[in-house]
């Protein structure tokens, strides 16, 4: 059966596999393979989480490696060098790597400490790369040619330098931009103040971690997904035309934020490990009539005596299906109070957690169960620590008997428990 498969699939099996280790040790099986390996491979990765005895190999012994197995191949569409744990490659190496298979390319994966630095950017300009990941490396002088990356829809860049000015051109470099990722980057700036501006109208799909900024401005008209985490922003801007459908902010210091004001189209908000100013933020999103999820999770309050009650969440996200509240008490008041008579008539799943337990969380589920007349899951999420006191084992215990009595009134709610 198997000699009779043709080698164009051969080469998509083997490409399959990725990892180079064993895309050999299997093209070794016979002559056909062996061509199949040759002539239709398409993807190929050399990591070293893949096998550790690339960590174990001299520089100049694994470059040999990488060196052979790549130019053994021809058409390959997919490359990925992840060598986070290994010494500095040298950049002629590098360079011919790429030089090799540039003109088929079509993503990209780098992580590669060279000396000098390797610009990526002058080597696979300007062909069909569509996907561009790269890690621990330097972008600088970014030709503002527009046509730079014209088949590129996603880029990624984690801990790499470039300056403010050269991002943006960067960006503006990929008319089919969809995607971008930037994760802990090294901003270089001109003056003082540290912003950034990013201009396309093509993106989609924006995701920001651990940066540090006075101001940055996104301009984004076609932009559905935002995602922003461990940031700290004085001034945040989106810019769009009312497109943004997904919003995220996790462990996020901002001052001001806005995310435009048509927000018609928002259908996910997830906030969590964030202080805000309640009044703002609602006024914010309170235009969001067709929010189906909604995610409020270890949220500070700005204002010690503000209060968001379900009355307020239940006339204002009617086609909420999906909502999730951690359960705070300060100072006797509740942040997520039952006050009001509203049902939230669409939540199918009900997700509520706390990080310090009292008698009344137990007080509080019932009475948020009791305004979803149609829950079908309800998960709690819960922290307890390792040596607990006598009156927290008697809290727990007293939850644990509530939750039994009432999960046999609400039959038709799966129940699910979560703890840390």
């Known amino acids: 059966m198997m000699e009779h498969l043709p080698v164009e699939v051969i080469g ?16 070794a099986t016979c002559k056909k393979w062996r061509i199949a390996c040759c002539k239709h491979l398409h993807t190929i ?9 690339y960590r174990d190999m001299t520089t100049t012994r694994l470059e040999i490696l990488i060196t052979q197995t790549i130019f053994q191949t021809s058409g390959l569409q997919s490359l990925s060098i992840l060598m986070e744990d290994v010494d500095e490659f040298s950049a002629s190496a590098v360079i011919a790597w790429l030089m090799y298979t540039r003109e088929t390319l079509r993503r990209l994966f780098y992580n590669v400490k060279t000396m000098p630095n390797v610009n990526i950017l002058e080597i696979c300009g300007r062909h069909k790369m569509e996907i ?31 300056s403010a000015l050269d991002l943006n051109l960067l960006v503006s470099a990929c008319p089919r931009i969809e995607v971008l990722e930037l994760v802990n980057p090294e901003i270089a700036m001109s003056d003082a103040q540290v912003s ?17 900024l006075d101001k940055f401005i996104l301009e984004a008209d076609g932009i559905e997904c935002l995602h922003l985490k461990d940031c700290a ?65 270890d949220v500070m309050f700005d204002d010690e005596d503000e209060v968001v009650d379900l009355e307020t969440i239940a006339t204002c996200f009617p086609h909420l299906t999906h909502l999730s509240l951690s359960y705070d008490v300060r100072d006797g008041v509740l942040h997520y109070s039952l006050q009001g008579s509203s049902y939230l ?8 957690g706390w990080n310090v337990i009292n008698d009344l969380f137990s007080q509080w589920v019932e ?30 215990a ?8 009432l999960m046999r009134r609400y039959t038709d709610v799966d129940p699910h428990f979560k703890f840390e």
Not at 46 to 52: K, L, P, Q
Not at 201 to 207: A, F
Not at 370 to 391: F, N, Q
Request: charged letters at 25%; aromatic letters at 8%.
């Open 345 to 352: 008539e669409n939540v199918i799943v009900l997700e509520l």
């Open 196 to 212: 950034v501006e990013l201009s396309s109208s093509t993106l989609k799909s924006v995701y920001v971690e651990a940066i540090s």
């Open 12 to 27: 998509n099996i083997l490409s399959h596999l990725k990892a180079a280790r064993d895309v050999v040790i299997a093209s």
């Open 233 to 297: 922003l004085e001034d945040f801007e989106l810019i769009g035309k009312g497109t943004l459908k997904n919003f995220r902010i996790d462990d996020v210091s901002v001052i001001h934020l806005d995310i435009g004001e048509i927000v018609e189209n928002l259908e996910s908000v997830d906030i969590s490990n964030f202080t805000i100013i309640w009044p703002k933020f609602y006024q914010m999103i309170s235009r969001s009539s067709n929010l189906k999820r909604l995610r409020l999770w």
């Open 45 to 53: 990765s050399f990591s070293s989480n893949d096998w550790s005895v």
């Open 367 to 396: 009475g948020l169960l009791k305004r979803c007349p149609i829950l079908k899951k309800l998960v709690i999420h819960g922290v307890v620590s390792e040596a607990k006191t006598d009156e927290e084992c008697k809290m727990l």
């Open 398 to 405: 007293n939850f644990t008997t509530s939750m039994v009595e």
């Open 132 to 162: 561009l990941d790269l890690a621990h490396n330097s972008i600088v002088g970014v030709e503002p040619n527009y046509q730079r990356f014209p088949c590129l829809k996603s880029l990624s860049l984690s801990y790499v330098s470039i």
